[in-house]
């Protein structure tokens, strides 16, 4: 199988299925000298694992994290970091009967027409399992932006129906409410909404937003090698992900172009104080037009950012703004059609553990996913000056 490697300086490689012993990732190109423990990782697989809240498949896995390689006195030396999550609480004889027919919603007909094979227990490689890789790897490749001054944080923006208010973000409840909502009332909303579709063994489908902070502008490319273009196959590459918007998003498609263009100005003026906006102000900065103060090394900020900090695949040193609209769980318990292998028409009741909502365990993939995106495009761009080179080798 082809397609489980990511990046291109900072690259990463995922293996192992829903349903096998472990499952991992190996991480090539992370730089000498990093600080990191098992404990830096395990903050973020603790966010994404199973059995958390009634929110979540009861599937009880630790998920816990092993380093197996590229760490000697707790630094990275350079060399390939090899990470291991053993599986211990799959049920294979959950998934039994799927082996002959296709759950509605799933990859299972689409695998078995490419390989003409496919591992039923859970999903296999399909399975939202695979996405501990990715975590256990973000985890590290957050790391290391933080120490370059750039924070990614991914939400929950909706469930279902009901969406946050962006006056009303708390900080402290993105990381502690179920749903990942940083508001209070939304998340109630929400949690009663889910609790309504489990009722009627259904599942909510919903909208998660990340933003990127401390940005230079300069990072991504004018062509193919768009940081939004990247962004945006980064984050569709997770499972269940049917759409992703940069800035304004599909909203840019009803207006004008005056209406749309974020106009720059001078941070040397005095206004260039009142241009500071928190993290927890962001959305509104999006969703309202308030002033967006760019990145401090630069003297330009614009007085919007409906571009959500990308023009012409390159950041432009306000923050970035992505979100990620969500398909609901196809898990769900109600009777399903659908066709066997020898494409007889059924009727299919699944069984197994399964999550009513993907979004709130889904919020740190995307975080990561973002994060490794921009972490590697940081990379690429330290060759894209003479200057930069001659900072490292210049006499």
């Known amino acids: 199988m082809a397609g489980s490697s990511f990046g291109t300086i900072f690259k990463i490689t995922t293996w192992g299925e829903s349903h096998g012993k472990a499952l991992g990732v190996v991480i090539d190109g992370c730089p000498a000298g990093l600080e990191l423990s098992e404990a830096d990782i395990q903050k973020y697989l603790d966010r994404r694992k199973p059995g958390t809240s009634a929110l979540t498949t009861q599937r009880k896995e630790n998920d816990e994290v092993e380093i197996l390689s590229g760490i000697f006195e707790g630094k990275t030396t350079g060399t390939p970091i090899s990470l291991l999550v053993r599986n211990t609480s799959q049920i294979s004889a959950d998934y039994g009967d799927i082996a002959t027919y296709y759950r509605p919603g799933h990859a299972d007909y689409t695998f078995d ?15 939202g399992r695979e996405t501990i890789g990715r975590v256990a790897a973000g985890a590290i490749a957050c790391k290391i932006l933080e120490q370059l001054g750039v924070t990614v944080k991914a939400y929950t923006k909706s469930i279902g129906p009901i969406e ?56 991504g490319d004018p062509v193919f090698e768009k940081l939004d273009a990247n962004l945006a196959k980064a984050i569709m590459s997770i499972g269940a992900v049917k759409a992703v918007e940069i800035g304004d998003g599909v909203q840019v498609s009803k207006r004008c172009g005056s209406e749309n263009n974020d106009a720059f100005i001078s941070c040397k003026a005095q206004t260039c104080t009142n241009t500071e906006i928190s993290y927890q102000e962001s959305s509104k900065s999006v969703l309202n037009g308030n ?38 769980t196809p898990s769900i318990y109600q009777t399903q059609h659908t066709v066997n292998q020898q ?11 399964h999550d009513p909502i993907i979004v709130p365990r889904a919020v740190v993939v995307m975080e990561c996913m973002t994060a490794l995106t921009i972490l590697d495009a940081m990379m690429l761009n330290a060759t894209a000056k003479l200057d930069n080179l001659k900072l490292v080798y210049g006499k």
Not at 113 to 125: A, H, I, S, W
Not at 164 to 189: G, H, K, W
Not at 294 to 322: C, E, F, R, W
Request: glycine share 12%; net charge neutral; proline share 5%.
């Open 113 to 127: 027409q490419k390989y003409g094979f496919r591992d039923y227990r859970g999903g296999g490689r399909s399975s």
């Open 164 to 219: 946050i208010d962006p006056s009303a973000y708390d900080e402290s409840l993105r990381l502690s409410t179920p749903t990942a909502m940083p508001d209070s009332r939304a998340n109630e909303e929400a949690v009663a909404c889910l609790a309504k579709a489990r009722e009627a063994m259904d599942s909510v489908g919903g909208c998660m937003e990340c933003i990127v902070d401390g940005l230079p502008a300069g990072i």
């Open 291 to 328: 002033i967006t103060k760019m990145h401090p090394s630069y003297n330009i900020s614009k007085l919007t950012n409906h571009a959500g900090g990308i023009l012409g695949g390159i950041s432009d040193g306000s923050q970035i703004v992505v979100r990620a609209h969500v398909k609901p």
């Open 343 to 353: 494409g007889e028409e059924i009727e299919i009741q699944i069984k197994g553990r």
